[in-house]
């Protein structure tokens, strides 16, 4: 059993910064690759970014050079930092430990002048 708990989220300016957290209970967490998923009303949830336990990392096009997902084995806790976020990075963020079913309750984000 895995509970992620994100924290983070709120409204920012276009050109701003935000850092998520998502902290996972279970003694798993070190061995499993954990994921960012993004949704917006009406569409389908879409991985944003995607980090192994040995810290390998992949990145959705619209994100690479702006986001960067990273890990903290001793605090069981994943981040990703948004630099220069967009309008269109909008999104209910959730985070996921990939392929297991578990998924976080999620954190808005909101990029708005």
């Known amino acids: 059993q895995v509970q992620l708990v994100e924290s983070g989220g709120g409204l920012v300016q276009p050109g701003g910064s935000l850092r998520l957290s998502c902290a996972a209970s279970?003694?798993?967490?070190?061995?499993?690759?954990m994921g960012w998923y993004r949704q917006v009303p009406g569409k389908q949830r879409e991985l944003v970014a995607a980090i192994t336990s040995g810290g390998s990392s992949n990145y959705a096009d619209s994100v690479k050079g702006r986001f960067t997902i990273s890990r903290e084995h001793a605090k069981n806790t994943v981040y990703l930092q948004m630099n220069n976020l967009k309008p269109e990075d909008t999104a209910v963020y959730y985070c996921?430990?990939?392929?297991?079913?578990?998924w976080g309750q999620g954190t808005q984000v909101t990029v708005s002048s």
């Open positions: 996921t430990a990939m392929g297991r079913g578990y």
């Open positions: 279970g003694s798993i967490f070190s061995i499993i690759s």
